[in-house]
């Protein structure tokens, strides 16, 4: 207990997290033994690409709309990023989602992320899409899939199956 108020009280927290691998007893019990309770359940997916197919046809995108990787337009950043804050608020399950401050998404979402793995749809200078991989540092080889976004007029138009045929993540 004294510890835990020593680490915590000084920085202004209210509760600490701590996350431990399914079936992992040895951590669940560490965890258990600090008074740490399970509050919910992440699951992690995998699409393994080399056991993919190949050879697949991409469709063709809607008429009037471009794909192109971030690397080519980083002037588009700030679009991806109005994008993301608008298209947040309807994630099914994920209420409680918050895009950050410009800068903060910004070091996650693009200087992080794989810029030749991260793509915008465009329709004239308008972002109307996008969809970013970013690299997993403890697992060479492998991307995390960071978000897919079609701005509402956009949707069921094919901008989005366009994207993952060419891109999968």
């Known amino acids: 207990?004294?510890?835990?108020?020593?680490?915590?009280?000084?920085?202004?927290?209210?509760?600490?997290?701590?996350?431990?691998?399914?079936?992992?007893?040895?951590?669940?019990?560490f965890l258990a033994r600090w008074?740490?309770?399970?509050?919910?359940?992440?699951?992690?997916?995998?699409?393994?690409?080399?056991?993919?197919?190949?050879?697949?046809?991409?469709g063709s995108l809607p008429d009037g709309v471009e794909l192109l990787s971030c690397a080519a337009r980083?002037?588009?950043v700030?679009?991806?990023h109005a994008l993301a804050i608008e298209t947040s608020r309807e994630i099914a399950g994920a209420e409680d989602i918050v895009i950050g401050p410009f800068d903060v998404w910004r070091a996650e979402n693009v200087d992080d992320a794989l810029?030749?793995?991260?793509?915008?749809?465009?329709?004239?200078?308008?972002?109307?899409g996008s969809a970013g991989l970013s690299a997993r540092p403890a697992e060479p080889g492998?991307?995390?899939h960071l978000l897919t976004a079609v701005t509402g007029e956009w949707r069921r138009r094919g901008v989005r199956a366009e994207r993952e045929?060419?891109?999968p993540t």
């Open 78 to 80: 700030p679009q991806v």
């Open 1 to 29: 207990e004294r510890e835990r108020g020593l680490i915590a009280g000084g920085l202004d927290v209210a509760g600490l997290s701590a996350g431990a691998l399914a079936g992992d007893e040895a951590a669940l019990a």
């Open 35 to 58: 008074g740490y309770a399970a509050v919910g359940r992440e699951m992690e997916s995998r699409l393994v690409l080399d056991d993919r197919a190949s050879g697949t046809a991409p």
């Open 142 to 144: 492998a991307a995390e």
């Open 165 to 167: 045929q060419r891109h």
């Open 115 to 128: 810029p030749d793995g991260s793509f915008v749809a465009v329709v004239g200078e308008r972002v109307v």
């Open 74 to 76: 980083p002037d588009l």
